[in-house]
């Protein structure tokens, strides 16, 4: 838990100080980057998220239903935060007065989808369970589960572009301190979502079935930002084989590791 909360937190830190401290960052080596590691979301949201929300849920179709609600949830939250999630960096540079505004509501939203994405990583939750072999007793009453270490992986590498477009986009518009201070804010926010949602696991305020509407919006909303990552990597339908073999790469890649990890 300890362990999540810092890589969680310092990831987005110090991926939001690349592009803090390299502001001339070129834009090309960053869509691929971002090609990859939306490909591994994609990917670990495909095989480790959906099969196992499907295996464990009781009603399967109610399950669907949060996947799709958690979908259209996150094209609503992408308007706020202008999609920065899934990696879009608008230079709103020519604006006078909704530039506030346009700040805060990048903050909002954004920090609402990070914050419903760090409750994936609730311990004892069916999905991240059991993050350390040494936590694995015979008898335990749990079943093994594969791969969650996989889960953490593919977070911390959608959290890395996520949190470097961020610091991108607040570059344009505001003082450097100002933007260390969001970012921060920004860091904590995952932590924050799997410490209260933990919270209210192990207190009993949120059940399963609670848990499980939670996790099955994360999966609809990362489906809609690995999938539009896929679609905005190419807008004008061309196809680029770089890209294409980006993705088979991160798809190889979390393959290997669900079943080795
Ligand atoms: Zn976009
Ligand atoms: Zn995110």
């Given at each position: 838990m300890t362990f999540n909360f810092l890589v969680l937190f310092f990831t987005a830190l110090f991926a939001g100080g690349l592009a803090y401290f390299i502001p001339s960052w070129e834009e090309r080596y960053f869509k691929l980057v971002l090609v990859f590691a939306g490909s591994y979301l994609f990917a670990i949201t495909v095989l480790h998220i959906l099969p196992e929300l499907f295996v464990e849920s009781s009603d399967p179709t109610k399950m669907g239903f949060y996947i799709l609600l958690g979908f259209l949830l996150q094209q609503i939250l992408a308007l706020l935060s202008t999609g920065v999630e899934h990696g879009h960096i608008h230079?709103?540079?020519?604006?006078?007065?909704g530039m506030q505004v346009g700040i805060w509501t990048i903050m909002i939203g954004l920090f609402l989808h990070a914050f419903l994405e760090g409750?994936?990583?609730?311990?004892?939750?069916?999905?991240?369970?059991?993050?350390?072999?040494?936590?694995?007793?015979?008898?335990?009453?749990h079943h093994h589960h594969h791969g969650s270490n996989n889960l953490l992986l593919g977070i911390l590498l959608h959290k890395g572009p996520e949190a470097f477009a961020l610091v991108a986009v607040l570059m344009a518009s505001l003082k450097k301190r100002w933007v260390f201070a969001l970012l921060v804010v920004f860091a904590f926010a995952s932590p924050l979502g799997m410490v209260l949602s933990n919270y209210m696991y192990e207190s009993n305020i949120l059940g399963r079935e609670g848990l499980n509407v939670f996790y099955g919006m994360v999966a609809g909303g990362f489906l809609h930002i690995s999938t539009t990552i896929f679609f905005e990597s190419s807008p004008d339908h061309r196809f680029y084989l770089n890209k294409v073999l980006i993705s088979i790469l991160a798809f190889g890649l979390a393959v290997l590791l669900e079943m080795l990890v």
């Open positions: 230079h709103p540079d020519h604006q006078h007065n409750t994936l990583l609730t311990e004892d939750g069916s999905l991240a369970g059991h993050l350390h072999e040494h936590e694995e007793h015979v008898g335990h009453g």
